[in-house]
Structure formats: C-alpha cells, structure tokens
C-alpha cells in the first residue's frame, strides 16, 4: 500500500491530513477518535488574546472605586486563561501519539512572545501563530502590518526550540514576498488560509448578524491558486492548506499545488472522524491508481514552476476566458 506518511515542519505525520484548530480540538475524546481514523497531527483549539484583552478590560470598567482590585482581577483573569490552555495542551499530548501543535490567536508582541516558552514546556511539539488585527487606520502603511507580523514571529522563533507556523490571510499585496519574508524571521510552515468572521445583513430586521461559519468545498480554489504559486516562488518551508478542505479530493487537489498538508475544520464538525478516514482512503487510492509510492512523488506536481504553461495560475486566463464575450 502507499506510504502517505509526510514531513511537516521537521514533524513526521502519518497522513498529510491534520485537525485544524476548533472547538472539536479541545475535547479529548474527539481528538483520540480523529487519531484513530487517520489524522496526521492535532491543532489545539487557539487561546485567543483579544477575548482575554476584552474580558480583563470589562472588569477594570467596574471597578473605578478599586483599581487595586481591578489589576488583581486583570493579572488572575490571563493568568487562569493561559494556565487552562497550557493544561488542555498537555492533555491532548497525554492522550494521542500524533504531534500536537498548539494555537494562539494574537494581534500584538510582549508577553505573548514570552509566553511561547510555556507552550513549549506544556509539551506541545509545534506553535501556530494566527495573527490578525483588522486595519482600520487609514494612515497606516501595509509594509508597518507587515513588519508587525514579521517581530512577533521573529520574537517567538527566538524564544522557543519546537518549529512555529503562521496562519495567514489572503489578503497581502505581495502573497509570495510576505511568506518568503515569514521564513526569513524563523517560521517553519505558514497556513493559507485564515477564515475569517464574515457579517451579513438581515434586510427584513435591518440589523448586521453572523453569516455561516462553515466553509464550502468551492473555497478550496483560492487556496489552490496561491498554494500552486507560492510553493514554487518560495521553496523551503512547508504550506498546509485550510478552508474548504472537504474531502480526499480537495486534498489530492492541495498537494498535487505545492502543500505539504491540509487542515480540515468544517468537514469535522460535519461527519466526524468519517470525513478523515473517507479521505485517508481516497488519498490511497489515487496514489494506487497513479503508481505513487509516496506523498512526495505527487507533491507539487502541478506547481507554478512544474507545468508548461504557468499562466493557467494568473489573470491571464480570465481574459482567455472572457475576454472576446
């Protein structure tokens, strides 16, 4: 049978199919069933910082009579946040053999570089930093949120030995020159890409309200476009995949581009551990039927740099497409 064991960011995962950071994550019986249908690794459900910032901030609202209190309240509150995550982290460890990558959802520098280390000693064998903050600054440079990204990362890789992914956004001027820019200050894989919270209106209530957080499997196209042209353009880190990942196919679709893995979330939530083994046995099967012994052999095969024509990963093709109706 083939081997479809792969290499991600030094860690050897026994399928390039990975639970991607979600509620499901932080329950210990799911995460030992998704090992047992077939996952590759687990990505810990994120400590986010803003819900911290948020909640300690609400609490120094109410305390304008006692300050002292309130900085009480503000240091015990990250405090317990930080101590239940490091505690789940080393609970999932506990319980599953996979490699186990932790998860902190983050916008700013300080005590959450410093705090990598902890991540480390809970046991975790990879961090994944998803930074983000919504630009609303109109005077704000995009190279400034650039170089914001780059020091935290930068500042991580320092203070900690297991490798660091980044999860990214789409939305870069220069996609390709921001990853190779990530490799350069120490990150080992970078994830494309981060879906966000989408609001949707509600013209019957005139009111703004959650539009569906689930993904759909046409999603996965837009990963597809820039996972075949930023692991030709950047080679030497390793690209995981996440939003629209599905099924087996998408994920044969991700590593024929360039990616080393995919992350499923929605697919999890939807069929369960079914999802992973159904993929698991898809990825066999075509491997099979292609005559590849290993994931290797077919990563990238349809990279920007390994086909004749690379266009077909450009505008130009729209224009091919459209451009004469």
């Not at 410093?114 to 930093?129: H, M, N, P, T």
């Amino acid at each position: 049978m083939s081997n479809i064991s792969v290499n991600y960011m030094g860690l050897t995962l026994t399928s390039p199919i990975m639970a991607a950071s979600s509620g499901l994550t932080a329950q210990l019986d799911r995460v030992v069933e998704f090992e047992k249908a077939g996952i590759g690794a687990i990505v810990v459900k994120s400590l986010f910082e803003e819900q911290i910032v948020n909640e300690a901030e609400f609490l120094q609202s109410q305390s304008h009579d006692y300050p002292e209190s309130a900085d009480y309240l503000h240091h015990y509150l990250r405090q317990n946040s930080i101590d239940r995550y490091l505690k789940l982290v080393s609970d999932v460890k506990k319980s599953v053999s996979v490699p186990v990558i932790a998860s902190i959802n983050c916008y700013s520098t300080g005590e959450w570089t410093a705090f990598a280390k902890d991540i480390e000693s809970a046991g975790a064998d990879g961090l994944e930093l998803n930074i983000y903050s919504l630009p609303l600054n109109i005077h704000k440079k995009s190279e400034d949120i650039e170089k914001e990204y780059l020091n935290v990362v930068a500042q991580v890789s320092k203070q900690i030995k297991i490798p660091v992914s980044v999860k990214i956004a789409s939305t870069f001027t220069n996609l390709p020159g921001f990853v190779n820019g990530l490799k350069a200050h120490g990150a080992k894989g970078v994830v494309m890409f981060n879906r966000f919270y989408s609001p949707d209106i509600d013209i019957k209530r005139i009111r703004i309200f959650p539009a569906d957080a689930f993904s759909y499997p046409e999603e996965s196209l837009r990963e597809l476009r820039w996972m075949g042209i930023v692991s030709a353009l950047v080679p030497g880190i390793d690209l995981s995949a996440s939003t629209g990942i599905h099924n087996g196919t998408t994920v044969i679709k991700q590593i024929l581009a360039g990616a080393t893995t995919t992350q499923m979330c929605t697919a999890l939530y939807k069929k369960g551990a079914d999802a992973i083994r159904q993929s698991i046995d898809d990825l066999h099967l075509f491997m099979d039927s292609q005559g590849f012994k290993n994931v290797s052999d077919f990563k990238g095969r349809l990279n920007y740099a390994n086909i004749d024509n690379p266009e077909k990963f450009e505008r130009v093709q729209f224009m091919k497409s459209f451009g004469s109706k």
